[in-house]
């Protein structure tokens, strides 16, 4: 049986920036490090940042790559968990097939485990964040993407071909606006940032007054911010995705009766702007007799909750768990 009183290297890999740090058995951060990704350099390139930062991380630390148990990857997907392999990856450009966990391996000379970035935040928020000692969860990310992870019977549930918790692409609308998956109403397509802009700009040009009007570029930042400050039309945009995010909550609840659903990412920080409609949403149609006392709660560990997942994610497998 590996240490695991040792630490984990953990890396945090995104589209545009990679991030390290040394991760403790009490879910301690130290040497926390970040990089450009430059991802349009190609895979070999980005594996060499990401290396380079893991070791930026472990001289911050003063820890040896040899003190490592393990390194643990979160990262987009698809991938595949168990062999470490990523298949594709919308904002790495010519990642097919790469065996990220493999080539960090090589690099570093210690065990590597690679895990869906949404999967590895479900891992961290049960192990060190709010929804510690929840046997059954789901955990969502809404941001540029839409991404969930579930936990079932206190284990992270990757499905029969290790793709579970794509909650994004659950269909809330099947007449609603087309999705880049090819559906339509698809969650991601109504609450991910780049689309709740998108909105804003429809409705702008359909004649609806905001305080965004003029804008080039709209983001989901731009119209959080707008919201906070009182525009309406923003305030509708994350009124709707609040709904969409909701609908999504209840469907999940009354399949797996869930006790605990955390939501995070960078949407999720316009707070009870976002959270007011989606828990309206749950409150009003959720089966009492299915989810009595299911607890909605916001990100309990931030921008952390990557790091602190892959570090999860890699301890578990150490020990034979999923």
């Not at 190609?42 to 630390?61: E, F, K, M």
């Not at 579930?150 to 990757?158: A, F, S």
């Not at 003029?214 to 731009?222: C, E, F, K, N, V």
Request: aromatic fraction near 4%.
């Amino acid at each position: 049986m590996p240490d695991l009183s040792r630490p984990v290297g953990a890396i945090d890999l995104g589209g545009t920036s990679v991030r390290a740090a040394v991760v403790d058995v009490n879910g301690g951060i130290t040497g926390f490090a970040t990089g450009a990704t430059e991802a349009s350099r190609g895979p070999d390139a980005v594996i060499d940042r990401t290396v380079a930062v893991l070791q930026d991380s472990l001289a911050r630390a003063s820890v040896h790559v040899s003190d490592l148990v393990a390194v643990g990857i979160g990262a987009p997907g698809p991938l595949d968990w168990d062999t470490g392999v990523i298949h594709e990856a919308p904002n790495l450009p010519g990642w097919k097939e790469v065996p990220l966990a493999a080539r960090i391996a090589d690099a570093v000379g210690r065990p590597a485990f690679l895990e869906n970035d949404a999967n590895a935040a479900a891992l961290a928020e049960n192990r060190y964040g709010v929804a510690q000692g929840a046997d059954n969860m789901l955990y969502i990310t809404v941001s540029t993407g839409v991404g969930g992870g579930l936990i079932l019977d206190g284990e992270l549930w990757h499905g029969a071909y290790g793709s579970a918790g794509e909650f994004g692409h659950m269909t809330v609308d099947f007449e609603g606006p087309l999705c880049d998956c090819g559906n339509r109403g698809c969650i991601e397509a109504i609450a991910a940032g780049p689309d709740i802009a998108a909105w804003v700009g429809q409705q702008i040009a359909a004649g609806r007054a905001s305080a965004l009007s003029g804008r080039a570029d709209l983001s989901g930042r731009d119209v959080v911010e707008a919201a906070r400050q009182g525009d309406k039309l923003s305030i509708s945009a994350l009124h709707r995705a609040g709904r969409a995010v909701g609908f999504g909550i209840i469907n999940v609840a009354h399949l797996v009766n869930l006790e605990v659903v955390v939501v995070g990412g960078g949407i999720a920080n316009a707070g009870d702007l976002l959270f007011d409609p989606l828990r309206a949403t749950v409150r009003e149609h959720l089966l009492e007799s299915t989810a009595p006392n299911l607890r909605l709660e916001p990100w309990s560990l931030g921008e952390d909750v990557g790091l602190l997942g892959a570090a999860a994610a890699a301890r578990s497998r150490l020990v034979g768990g999923a």
